[in-house]
């Protein structure tokens, strides 16, 4: 089945730890994007990357790293730096091309509490 | 910068009825694509339905409808015969085309409207 995951589904973080999360995707899409979901609010795009080895910041990208090192692959590193890092995350990709509708697919997130 | 408003924090409908929810967006831009994504309890983000602004018929998808106003800046989504399994978080998105080079930016989201669905 083609699609986005997500690991790990829950995650928990002592203060001063950095933690990753993992994404993976096989719909052979060349972007992919990763998105913050605070309580009572829409998502924010933390980092996206539009082609391996490249990837630009987002709207709230500080505390946050990426690396897109294989097309299937974009994992991101919340570091001690990102102040308050309990939320939700998403992951998306899409196909990036020009002149078509570019539309995300999401994976199923993760849920990262800082303790 | 685009914004995307959604002025519904919550709507309510009987099952089988029809329900509307309000979407309004800001830009400068004429090209750029709208769309509605649904998230259930489960938190995943589902596609609904998606409209390109230079297209003047509004998209379908079986019980869910937009209706796209260029001119008002407004793109709602109709949702008839509601079903229990419609109940969710409804979220408008809003994306400037590949072409313009803004399509790199990601979504630019509403903040949502919670769905609820009275049997």
């Known amino acids: 089945d083609g699609g986005i995951t997500q690991s790990p589904k829950y995650l928990f973080r002592k203060e001063g730890q950095n933690v990753t999360l993992s994404c993976e995707q096989n719909l052979n899409h060349d972007a992919m994007y990763w998105y913050r979901q605070d309580p009572g609010q829409g998502l924010r795009l933390i980092y996206y990357s539009q082609i391996v080895n490249d990837f630009q910041k987002g709207d709230i990208a500080e505390g946050y790293s990426v690396s897109r090192e294989k097309k299937e692959s974009f994992p991101l590193t919340v570091t001690s730096a990102q102040k308050n890092p309990t939320a939700f995350y998403l992951c998306?990709?899409?196909?990036?091309?020009?002149?078509?509708?570019?539309?995300?697919?999401f994976g199923p997130g993760t849920r990262l509490t800082v303790l | 910068a685009q914004t995307v408003t959604q002025s519904q924090p919550e709507m309510s409908v009987q099952e089988a009825e029809t329900v509307t929810l309000s979407c309004t967006y800001d830009t400068s831009e004429s090209d750029y694509y709208l769309f509605w994504y649904k998230q259930p309890p489960s938190r995943q983000m589902i596609l609904v339905i998606r409209?390109?602004?230079?297209?003047?018929q509004n998209a379908t998808e079986n019980r869910f409808s937009v209706n796209f106003q260029k001119a008002a800046k407004s793109f709602s989504l109709k949702i008839s015969d509601s079903q229990l399994g419609d109940a969710a978080m409804y979220f408008c998105a809003y994306r400037s085309p590949i072409w313009t080079g803004g399509g790199a930016d990601g979504l630019t989201f509403g903040k949502g409207t919670h769905l609820i669905i009275q049997p």
């Open positions: 998306a990709s899409s196909i990036a091309a020009v002149m078509v509708v570019d539309t995300q697919y």
């Open positions: 409209q390109e602004a230079y297209k003047q």
